[in-house]
């Protein structure tokens, strides 16, 4: 996600204090799918739940809204449901039914207006797995984990705070396949209550600051700002050569598995050590610069707002640690890099940047972390956090992205 350059540095938000309902879905078999998808009630875990809560007028009268632990627990399996229906048209051999309204969780239930929003995102699912088949890709299980950290409660409007956990299986279709894909989601969940007391999940929207679509998001999120500092590099094409291209490094003595490993160990769990950018612009290009880091890139001293300089330090940043556009810029005014003419020639540690809307302005950066013996670059990133997603995937779940590959 493009980091705004003139952005002070945040800590990492590590959400609202207090308690927390957790319910955490069974792993999705393909066996298991067998049993109608709509009417799924997912256990509630934990005993604790944050309360909002709020006033409701209706002809002159009060009346008190609150949302207690168990309430909260609803809200959470209803989220899990859903997401979990989503994420389930991806599996291999699964077809939910078209129609197939997702049951209520106690007194939650959700609205008719979202069913059939879901109904029609079941439906591009369905075609998002069809495409991946054709870039032989597959998934056979999904484990499903959503967690509610706050809840917000006005007159007879509720909105939940919610974190995603995906974990996807993936098919052994080549055989040289990473076992499992990964990433975390926020979304902002709404309910409206009813006179008789239940509720209506009538919203799930996506709060995360860019990042590619998650492989279950319904739509592809679209990020439009100006400016671009040059130079700018050359897009890349994103059908699958022939012949693979070999790993040779832009600049001799990286220590590309370095990078990969420090990426793969702070894609979700942040390293303490730096400042993060969630909430401000997004932390993709952040947290490749660390990878790129512990790999063995060293400090260019300079003006921090040059793209002509890269460095980090107890204090500031430049903006080419944290910008999409001013990376690239200095990444290849540098020399540090080249950009490749094909996403399937990245290696373990090249740089994938995405300019989601095509409009000349990169958006997002993300770093390989793996490569099957038949040269299909996987990418981890942040901002939607996510491990080891493939390039095939990320190309079929973001029509009409361009693409700027990097060799580190």
């Known amino acids: 996600m493009r980091q705004s350059p003139n952005r002070a540095a945040h800590a990492r938000n590590q959400g609202e204090t207090g308690m927390r309902p957790t319910t955490r879905m069974k792993s999705l078999a393909v066996g298991a799918l067998a049993v109608a998808l709509s009417a799924v009630l997912l256990p509630v875990h ?96 999904a484990d499903v984990d959503v967690d509610i950290e706050k809840v917000d409660v006005t007159g007879d409007r509720a909105t939940a705070e919610a974190t995603e956990t995906t974990v996807l299986t993936y098919k052994q279709i080549r055989g040289d396949e990473p076992p499992t894909t990964g990433f975390q989601a926020r979304h902002k969940l709404t309910f409206t209550a009813a006179a008789d007391g239940t509720w209506q999940l009538t ?16 739509d592809t999120v679209v990020v439009d700002e100006g400016g ?40 979700k769990n942040y390293n303490p050590s730096y400042r993060t950018f969630n909430g401000v612009g997004g932390d993709c290009t952040n947290f490749i610069s660390q990878s790129l880091r512990a790999g063995g890139w ?46 399937y020639h990245m290696g373990v540690g090249d740089i994938l940047q995405m300019d989601f809307s095509s409009n000349g302005s990169k958006d997002h950066s993300m770093i390989t972390t793996y490569r099957s013996s038949s040269g299909v670059p996987y990418l981890t990133y942040h901002s939607n956090d996510t491990y080891r997603k493939s390039v095939a995937s990320i190309v079929a779940s973001n029509r009409g992205a361009t693409y700027y590959a990097f060799r580190t």
């Open 46 to 141: 934990g005993a604790n739940a944050a309360v909002g809560n709020g006033s409701e007028h209706t002809d002159g009268a009060s009346a008190e809204r609150t949302v207690d632990e168990k309430v909260a627990g609803d809200f959470a399996a209803l989220a899990d449901a859903v997401l979990t229906k989503r994420t389930s048209a991806l599996l291999d051999g699964a077809r939910p039914a078209a129609r197939a309204a997702t049951a209520a969780v106690g007194d939650v239930r959700i609205s008719s207006r979202l069913a059939r929003a879901e109904d029609r995102a079941v439906t591009g699912l369905l075609d998002r797995k069809a495409r991946l088949a054709e870039l032989r890709e597959g998934y056979t299980a």
């Open 203 to 218: 919203g799930i929207a996506s709060v995360d600051e860019g990042g590619p679509a998650a492989v279950n998001a319904p």
């Open 228 to 267: 671009e500092a040059a130079p700018s590099g050359e897009a890349a094409g994103t059908t699958k050569p022939a012949q693979p291209q070999s790993k040779l490094s832009a600049t001799a003595g990286y220590n590309y598995t370095a990078m990969a490993k420090y990426a793969e160990k702070y894609w």
């Open 298 to 343: 060293k400090n260019d001293t300079g003006w921090y707002k040059s793209y002509k300089n890269w460095w980090y330090n107890s204090s500031n940043q430049t903006w080419s640690w944290t910008s999409v556009n001013y990376w690239a810029s200095f990444a290849l005014h540098s020399k540090r890099t080249y950009n490749l003419s094909n996403v």
